[in-house]
Nanobody
Framework: VQLVESGGGLVQAGGSLRLSCAASGSIFSINGMGWYRQAPGKQRELVAVITRSGSTNYKDSVKGRFTISRDNAKNTLLLQMNSLKPEDTAVYYC???????????????WGQGTQVTVSS
């Protein structure tokens, strides 16, 4: 199973970016999915998570600015980021709880990360 993020880049404060995460491989189903980020010198932190049924939860500082969504048919995860701030600068990672074909167990997989830089 592979998770591949895309959509990062450099944007001015107040701008927008949309991150995508595509899951591929021998996937039977995907349960929870999420976006995390890690700024230089800081620990990785949760940004937003979404259940298979679409329930969401956000880090307080991104509520009202970021929107997480998913397409279960395409095994993709999105993060729409609006009104970006310099403090949103970080490497953004997606993760997913995946049940692979032929296995009863869920394993958590991570993408390689995509850099988001917000200039002031």
């Amino acid at each position: 199973v592979q998770l591949v993020e895309s959509g990062g880049g450099l944007v001015q404060a107040g701008g927008s970016l949309r991150l995508s995460c595509a899951a591929s491989g021998s996937i039977f189903s995907i349960n929870g999915m999420g976006w995390y980020r890690q700024a230089p010198g800081k620990q990785r932190e949760l940004v937003a998570v979404i259940t298979r049924s679409g329930s969401t939860n956000y880090k307080d500082s991104v509520k009202g600015r970021f929107t997480i969504s998913r397409d279960n048919a395409k095994n993709t995860l999105l993060l729409q980021m609006n009104s970006l701030k310099p403090e949103d600068t970080a490497v953004y990672y997606c993760n997913a709880g995946v049940i692979t074909a032929g296995s009863p167990y869920e394993y958590v997989y991570w993408g390689q990360g995509t850099q988001v830089t917000v200039s002031s």
